[in-house]
């Protein structure tokens, strides 16, 4: 299993971002996915999950109305929209799925808020 997050960077408060996580090395249209992130010093926190054919989605109250989840099954890749950011949304931010009982993760794309 392989997850490769993109699409971080440096954005203003209010700015928009949007996340993308490649994924490859299991059939990526039978799994649930979701998005984590973990700011300095604090505990990764789930953000949202979308189910295999994304009819489901789920957010964290923090997020809700905010961000959006979403995938592509025929191009293996789960995003994250994120709109009116806060300075507090900044954090490392990873995709997540467990195949056959593993977690995976990937490695993180950052995100900065700031001015």
Do not use: H
């Not at 799994?31 to 973990?38: D, H, K, L, T, V």
């Not at 505990?43 to 809700?64: M, P, Q």
């Not at 025929?74 to 929209?81: F, R």
């Not at 806060?86 to 467990?98: E, L, M, N």
Request: net charge positive.
């Amino acid at each position: 299993v392989q997850l490769v997050e993109s699409g971080g960077g440096l954005v203003q408060p209010g700015g928009s971002l949007k996340l993308s996580c490649a994924a490859s090395g299991f059939t990526f249209s039978s799994y649930p996915m979701a998005w984590y992130r973990q700011a300095p010093g604090k505990e990764r926190e789930w953000l949202a999950d979308i189910s295999s054919g994304s009819s489901i989605t789920n957010y964290a109250n923090d997020v809700k109305g905010r961000f959006t989840i979403s995938r592509d099954n025929a191009k293996n890749t789960v995003y994250l929209q994120m709109n009116s950011l806060r300075p507090q949304d900044t954090a490392v931010y990873y995709c997540y799925v467990v195949v056959l009982g593993r977690r995976n993760w990937g490695q993180g794309t950052q995100v900065t808020v700031s001015s």
